[in-house]
């Protein structure tokens, strides 16, 4: 396995619960995957590479506000809503 | 004859609907009815709504006798990819983890083809997300390749290929970010066209790899792949990264017999299929024998075109799926607890095997510890190959390799050993990872199982790539070819 | 008086959070803004639907400049966005959009004004370096309701500009000093309203604690979401009131991310997510870097006002106005100019404008507080000067009635209020009032003369001579009453001492 592949972490980072057969198949999976990456950690590369595309600012968007969605819609789509906004289980530990 | 209207191609159709020897109506109800007898043998479609279509034929009919027909696309349909929104249409990405959702707004490429007068027609089988090379990857379906239903139609816009191999639509979209236009398109014998990165709005286009996809034109010749082009690239402010066509791109200028053909050294090597590269070498000696000048370029760092690829791709997936959540649309668990728990079960029901291992795989590449070995390195080796590719393309004017090292495998046969399949890109994600224009086309058969070739080109000389197909699909028969079924 | 004592050291920084004064947001073209119904500020790419893509908003980059021109910082010739990838429910696309690496602005620094010894005596000054600000998106807003939560995505993706400190602030009075001066900054030019009872201004506050003169920073601690400047200046107290007496009881501080209970004036630790953190951060594909060209620079740095202790230090040094009155006149940029308005007619005594400014105007407007009808919003907020019933010239035409000696201070109260609520000039109300105060001295000389043989006020007369100097008021209030109140009183007090000598 690639060093530092540790499939529980990733999968939380992820938002991902596997059973335990998918971490197996996945792990053997991504293991050979990773393997084969090994051209890439030695390989010759040039230095750090600069972004191939720069734009002035005549591709920036003027401030003009443009049209919504609606409340309605918006709920509309969503799996939960109430009162005109969506609805989520019980966060906890709210930062905001 | 009614009967004969889906071998058609999109070209011969305009001219005959600009005659008035045709209607809208008479074509996409002849479609329709070939529909309901083939897709289920197909798979092609996952939605097609009859009503929806023939109310736009009647629209389209009604302009063209006032006079306002919109130019050659008026009336004819387009099939479109089911990850490219179209209001009121399904957006599924044939995932279940959007299995629900209806778009509420119109991609960029819908409203050009609306102004064009096209018809919007139905949903097209894709790989979950566009992640896959078989179509087998869909939550909804499968697709079957037509030329032999055993065999998968490639991927991931397979859907988009067997729908023209199949004579259920005259043309139709697909998105590549690895060769899933070009690739569909060799299985199924069919033209597919990934635009120069830039030359068509992304708007619209559920990302994948956001700096690798792009929107592009299929049809059963080149021709009509032109056409269709014409429509899609223009510019659009709601797309940073999108700038718009430059003429040169798709004005076409010089003769085709005039172009310098590059083959890249050592290419036809690489595990590719005795008949696949005895076809590919018969393409370059009809160039040849054309006129053109045909030399050996070299391209180095070939090697590292897969391991790049799959690092920048699967990394940039896996933050663009984190949207996917249950929280704003599509699939929400009913698993209760914190809102962790039903995000984390959301996806978890949403997503199949394939889309969970590239967001694990992304998520490692970037992860901390590990972004600078992985991410950052693939960054510059991709800015490596761009500039070899570049660097080729001074000198030659396209360069020509198989599209596919072997021909349309059987449904199921790779499906245990995703590297084997990821290492069967080898030909078609070097375009993406430069963001150079390619184009796959017919040239004969492996058996019954047809073969593409695939050209290259500098930035936004996709005229010179449809140049160079047209002098091959003239010389040949493979155009507007179509599977018995 | 510190709340710090005097063996040791608090080292506070500050990540202050400024949604930027545009119409719509930032990489958006939906409108926003404070108000609104749940969700009716949300476009598609608001939402994060699939297939939708950032654009960014002009506006909100060249304020963002601006800001950076303010302080002085450098504008780089390139900025790039970046995503930081964590999944909250308030975060439409389970990524915000931000600069780690390329950010808008890069340096700076913000001068402050400490309290003085009393109100009357300035304050020391300080200048607070600016590490860096760079443009991201802000969060939707979560509540909570029975046993749910709720989102609403009107405020995801309005443009914040996150303006880092250095580690330059040593106290409470000195982080509170900061964050006026800086709102008064944004205001000012124009790059923020600085709204803190609408968000429009949030803080993160880090703070660590270490002995006097020691020279490693000590563990710090992260509160973060204050919205007001009290509860950073409560916070900055209570923070490194625990972590001495901590530290000080032989534990260690740990690393931690607080919040602050500004109803309970407690702060409470964080629990530590899963996962603390891993952010992924890499270049945002979807939005390329932008060159930032040197003529826009050049044409926003017109737009940079004169910095607000440049101002105050002109008005007492050149002008020689008081402290006090230089302070609350630079503290609003439409004040100042205004007030520079009325010295450019009148430039013989802007103290004497102040004065009246202070004194009277900004009173009188405040007061107009409830003058507007009953249905009316305008009820509840005081005239603005932009509507204030009299312009600059003509404050500046009354004082200089006053100073020519035409009316006397007392009079031109009385102006004053007929001005304000009439909108006429000073010399045209005088005139109909009759109020040109006599300065006749002949004519003084004579009433003076007659009041001081008058034996009612022979007594106070003798006071007055004895020594006692407020004596001699008493004999003034029978001249005004003589000349119905239009005696300048300077002339008055002026005789009454000559002929009592």
């Given at each position: ?66 049209p919504v969605l609606g409340a309605e819609a918006v709920t509309r789509i969503a799996p939960g809503a109430r009162d005109g906004q969506i609805s989520v289980p019980r966060v ?5 | ?86 209001k009121g249409?399904p957006l ?6 959007l299995a629900p959702l209806v778009s509420p707004y ?217 949207r996917y959540d249950g929280v704003r649309y599509g699939h929400r668990s009913s698993?209760?607890?914190?809102p962790?728990?039903m995000m984390?079960?959301s ?139 | ?24 947001k930032?990489?958006a073209?939906s409108p926003w803004?404070?108000g609104q119904e749940p969700n009716e500020q949300v476009d598609p790419v608001v939402l994060g639907l699939p297939?939708t ?35 909250y429910p308030d975060n439409p696309k ?45 969060v939707g807003k979560l509540s909570h309701a029975g046993g749910g939560s709720l989102v609403d995505y009107n405020r995801a993706g ?344």
């Open positions: 396995m690639a060093e530092g592949f540790d499939i529980d972490h990733l999968a939380r980072l992820a938002r991902l619960s596997l059973t335990a057969e998918e971490k197996a198949l996945y792990s053997s999976q991504l293991s050979q995957i990773l393997g084969h990456f090994q051209a890439l950690a030695q390989a010759d590369l040039p230095a750090a590479v600069g972004d191939a595309r720069v734009v002035g600012e005549a591709a920036l968007r003027s401030d003009e506000p443009g906890v530990d709210d930062e905001s | 004859m009614a009967d004969a209207l889906h071998t058609l191609s999109a070209a011969e159709l305009g001219r005959r609907l600009a005659a008035g020897t045709l209607t809208s109506r008479v074509l996409c109800e002849a479609l329709v009815a070939r529909y309901h007898t083939m897709n289920e043998k197909v798979g092609a479609f996952t939605h097609l709504d009859p009503a929806d279509v023939l109310a736009q034929a009647d629209a389209s009919d009604a302009r063209r006798r006032s006079g306002q027909g919109r130019g050659p696309l008026e009336g004819i349909p387009v099939a479109i990819k089911d990850n490219i929104a179209v249409q599924t990405c044939s995932s279940k983890m119109d991609s960029h490429v819908a409203e050009r083809l609306r102004a064009a007068g096209a018809i919007l027609y139905g949903r097209l089988n894709m790989d979950e997300f566009a992640m896959g090379s078989s179509t087998e990857n869909s939550a909804l379906r499968k697709t079957f390749n037509p030329w032999d239903l055993a065999r998968i139609p490639g991927g991931s816009s397979g859907g988009s290929a067997a729908a023209l191999a199949a004579g259920l639509v005259p043309l139709s979209l697909g998105s590549d970010t690895g060769g899933s236009i070009r690739q569909p398109a060799s299985h199924c014998g069919v033209v597919g066209l990934k635009p120069t990165y830039g030359l068509i709005s992304r708007f619209g286009l559920v990302a994948f790899a956001s700096s690798l996809d792009q929107i592009g034109p299929m049809a059963r010749s080149v021709e009509d792949c032109a056409l269709l082009l014409h429509a899609l690239a223009s510019a659009d402010t709601r797309d940073m990264t999108c700038f718009g066509p430059p003429d040169r791109a798709l004005t076409p200028a010089g003769d085709a017999k005039q172009l310098r053909i590059g083959i890249p050294k050592g290419f036809l090597g690489k595990g590719v299929a005795p008949e696949v590269a005895a076809a590919v070498t018969a393409v370059g000696e009809f160039y040849r024998a054309q006129g053109c000048a045909v030399s050996e370029v070299e391209l180095p760092s070939a090697d590292l075109a897969v391991p790049t690829y799959y690092v920048v791709a699967t990394a940039e997936a896996s933050s663009n799926l984190g698993v209760a607890g914190t962790v728990e984390t079960a996806r978890s029901e949403g997503f199949g095997p394939e889309v969970k291992r590239r967001i694990l795989l992304g998520t490692f590449v970037l992860s901390a510890g590990y972004a600078d070995a992985y991410y950052v390195r693939a960054l510059r080796a991709r800015a490596k190959i761009r500039a070899e590719y570049l660097a080729a393309l001074a000198g030659v004017d396209v360069l020509l390799t198989p599209t596919v090292p072997t021909p349309a495998f059987k449904i199921g046969e790779k499906a245990s050993d995703p590297l084997q399949l990821y290492l069967e890109d080898i030909f078609t994600i070097p375009a993406n990872l430069a963001g150079l224009p390619a184009i796959s086309v017919p040239c004969g058969k492996s058996g019954h199982l047809p073969v593409g070739f695939h050209l290259v080109g500098a930035p936004f000389s996709e005229a010179k790539l449809l140049s160079a197909g047209r002098l091959f699909e003239a010389a040949h028969g493979y155009a507007h070819q179509q599977a018995a079924l | 008086m510190s709340h710090v004592p005097s063996d040791w050291e608090v080292v506070i920084g500050l990540e202050v959070h400024v949604q930027l004064r545009t119409r719509a930032v990489f073209s803004g404070f297939g893509l950032p654009v960014v908003n002009r506006e909100a980059v060249e304020k963002a400049i601006l800001f950076g021109l303010v302080v002085g910082a450098e504008v780089p010739e390139r900025c790039a966005w970046d995503r930081k990838n964590y999944f389970n990524y915000q959009l931000t600069q780690k690496d390329f950010p808008v602005v890069v340096g700076g620094q913000v001068e402050i004004e400490l309290p003085g010894a009393s109100r009357n005596v300035m304050g020391e000054h300080k200048f607070i370096r600016i590490h860096h600000a760079h443009l991201e998106e802000d309005v443009p914040l500009l996150e303006i880092v400190t250095e580690p330059d602030l040593r106290s409470s009075a000195e982080a509170e000093a900061f964050l006026r001066s800086l709102v008064a900054m944004l205001t000012q030019a124009g790059v923020a309203d600085c709204d803190m009872e609408k968000g429009q201004l949030r803080c993160d506050c880090n703070v660590s604690v270490r002995r006097r003169g020691a020279e490693k920073l000590g563990t710090r601690t992260e509160t973060k979401n204050l919205n007001s400047i009290s509860s950073v200046r409560d916070t900055v107290i209570h923070e490194t009131a625990r972590q001495i007496r901590e530290l000080e009881a032989g534990r260690s501080i740990t690393q931690e991310t607080r919040g602050w209970n500004a109803e309970l004036a407690r702060g409470y630790v964080l629990r530590d997510k899963e996962d603390a953190h891993d952010y992924r951060y890499f270049p945002d594909p979807d939005i390329p870097t932008l060159r930032i060209s040197r003529e826009t620079v050049a044409r926003l740095a017109k737009q940079v006002p004169e910095n607000l202790y440049d101002r105050q230090r002109r008005y007492v040094e050149k002008l020689g106005l008081p402290y006090t009155a230089a302070s609350v006149l630079v503290n609003d940029r439409d004040l100042a100019e205004w007030f520079e308005a009325a010295v450019a007619a009148h430039p013989a005594n802007p103290s004497g404008i102040a004065n009246l400014m202070a004194n009277d105007l900004l009173r009188d407007l405040a007061a107009s507080a409830g003058s507007a009808g009953a249905f009316e919003e305008a009820a509840q907020s005081p005239l603005s000067l932009a509507s204030c019933p009299i312009r600059p010239a003509q404050l500046a035409g009354l004082v200089k009635l006053t100073d020519d000696g035409v009316i006397s201070k007392q009079q031109a109260k009385e102006v004053f209020a007929e001005m304000f609520k009439t909108g006429r000039d000073a010399a045209a109300i005088v005139d109909a009032k009759g109020l040109r105060q006599n300065s006749d001295t002949g004519e003084l000389e004579k009433i003076v003369q007659e009041v001081i043989a008058d034996p009612a006020v022979a007594k106070s007369i003798a006071e007055y001579r004895a020594g006692n100097e407020k004596a001699i008021n008493a004999l003034k209030g029978p001249i005004m009453k003589r000349t119905q109140g239009k005696a300048n009183p300077v002339l008055i007090d002026q005789l009454l001492r000559k002929f009592l000598a």
